[in-house]
């Protein structure tokens, strides 16, 4: 009669199997620490800070200092987005699995090392808050702590900026710059009040 019966609980078994047998096997072989995996965002806990990820069908987490190389209050994770991930442990007895997604990003020391004080370089409006103040990143995924010139308005998420360098830590991954200017122009905000008027 052609009917095929599927089991998809069999085949995330399957999956899972066959993970923990590839990454036995790259751990023996000297090559996890080089291997990136693709996972699956499956949760977020704001409280501890943890981020759960699935990758083949194997349950996985990360603590929040591991989103990053950028150490920040809070993590955009998305539910459901993919992301690269690197294994940092795992305990196959008890099915525990520890991974990385900063470690599967270029690092930042290469970028920050080439910098000079009063350099003047562009970048993106990447993170405002009233706590932690404001940071820009000037490469991909090189985000640097950030204050402004006094003349200058408040910026929002997303303003492309020019910076002064002011310091740089390489071994620390940090650094501070001064925003200058708004070469494209201040972005204006959207007023969710004015359809009324139109």
Not at 100 to 105: D, E
Not at 138 to 153: F, H, M, N, P
Not at 174 to 191: A, E
């Amino acid at each position: 009669h052609e009917i095929a019966l599927l089991s998809e609980k069999q085949a995330a078994a399957k999956l899972r199997e066959t993970f923990w047998e590839e990454i036995t096997y790259l751990n023996k072989t000297g090559q996890l620490e080089n291997e990136i995996f693709d996972a699956t965002v499956s949760g977020y806990n704001q409280k501890k800070g943890n981020v759960y990820v699935r990758i083949n069908g194997q349950d996985a987490f990360m603590f929040r200092r591991d989103w990053a190389w950028a150490e920040r209050g809070v993590v955009d994770a998305q539910q459901g987005e993919t992301i690269q991930v690197k294994i940092e442990q795992f305990d196959e007895d008890q099915k525990l699995v520890r991974v990385s997604r900063k470690k599967a990003l270029p690092d930042p020391k290469d970028f920050i090392t080439k910098l000079k004080r009063d350099q003047i370089i562009a970048g993106r409006v990447s993170h405002v808050d009233p706590i932690h103040g404001l940071y820009v990143e000037v490469e991909t995924d090189v985000v640097l702590k950030a204050g402004k010139i006094s003349r200058l308005e408040e910026p929002t998420v997303g303003d492309i900026v020019t910076c002064r360098v002011r310091s740089t830590n390489p071994e620390e991954r940090k650094g501070k710059v001064i925003i200058n200017d708004y070469p494209r122009g201040k972005r204006k905000k959207k007023d969710l009040g004015s359809f009324l008027f139109e």
